[in-house]
């Protein structure tokens, strides 16, 4: 069964969104219906909230917290943001379905009160996701982000205008493909690439040349620190900005970053021809304005440790 986690930005329970969901034993029964499945996080107004929905995960596993009687950690996998906060409500209704048949709408807010986990409909997650990957899927993006839509949507689907002023995807059978959509490898890199290239403002973070060709496509690539394969998530803290040949080298532990941001290059390794590129550019890279994208520290220091066994 799909479901809702409402989250709160400055939460006094141990959450990371991108790996475990921290909640009291009165929960329990709801997120076991959930294990195996995905969940949409939303967060409440209260606590400076956004009233929207925000990212989906993946239930792994649930287990007791070891060191806070009664509570327990649900397991993520597969944590992708969206583009943009989905809201709560557009301007005809909410987004989950159950509360569009309350008496007084205007009560939907204390309804929730004491059901920070609860079920989704297959239709409402299917929906909650095409509004939130609207931009990574949107036509205009194709070229800009390397996503071919052909490859990726099944025949069931077609392009639409939705309710928004946004394209978006019309499926005949919501669940299946909707998570085909969030499980597809190529939109989630399309996903995480607008993220970190969008972050970074184009622009290269070890150079600072921000190239962009004759289609709108930006020349920057965008590098995961920690590898997916080895368990890295699809967040733009997990992501930097690089030049194609910067990233062959990034990729390959040849270069990495200091716990200063400031860039470590293997002598050994980089061919002489190229250690020329980074002349100038010992010190701190060039990173996002907003300091909430810049590289997760210990996202840095787990490429770092593949750096120094490689150098």
Not at 30 to 55: C, F, H, K, S, T
Not at 81 to 95: G, I, L, M, N
Not at 182 to 205: E, P, W
Request: a neutral charge; aromatic letters at 8%; one cysteine or more.
């Amino acid at each position: 069964m799909k479901g809702v986690f409402d989250c709160k930005p400055h939460s006094a329970y141990d959450d990371d969104l991108v790996e475990r969901y921290h909640f009291p034993g009165r929960y329990l029964a709801q997120a076991m219906e959930m294990l195996g499945d995905w969940i949409v996080y939303r967060e409440p107004r209260r606590n400076g909230g956004r009233e929207a929905y925000i990212a989906i995960a993946r239930v792994t596993a649930i287990a007791p917290d070891p060191s806070v009687s009664g509570h327990h950690y649900a397991r993520l996998a597969e944590y992708l943001e969206f583009d943009h906060p989905v809201p709560f409500r557009d301007a005809a209704q909410y987004r989950e379905s159950p509360l569009n048949a309350l008496d007084n709408r205007a009560l939907a807010g204390r309804s929730l009160q004491g059901r920070s986990i609860r079920p989704l409909s297959e239709a409402d997650f299917a929906a909650i996701v095409t509004a939130g990957l609207s931009e990574t899927l949107a036509p205009e993006n194709a070229r800009r982000l390397n996503l071919d839509r052909p490859e990726i949507l099944s025949p069931a689907t077609s392009w639409v205008a939705s309710g928004f002023g946004e394209p978006a995807i019309l499926w005949d059978e919501p669940p299946r493909v909707s998570e085909q959509v969030v499980l597809n490898r190529k939109i989630r890199d399309a996903a995480f690439r607008r993220a970190v290239i969008d972050a970074y403002d184009n622009k290269c973070a070890v150079s600072g040349l921000r190239i962009v060709n004759g289609g709108g496509r930006a020349e920057a690539q965008a590098a995961h620190i920690w590898p997916v394969a080895d368990g890295g998530p699809d967040v733009v803290q997990n992501g930097i900005a690089l030049s194609a040949t910067a990233h062959w080298l990034f990729d390959r532990h040849m270069i990495s970053l200091t716990d200063e941001y400031k860039l470590l290059v293997s002598h050994n390794k980089v061919p002489v021809e190229l250690q020329r590129l980074f002349a100038g550019q010992m010190e701190r890279i060039h990173l996002p304005r907003n300091p909430q994208h810049w590289p997760h520290l210990p996202y840095v220091q787990k490429h770092r440790e593949r750096f120094a066994t490689a150098a």
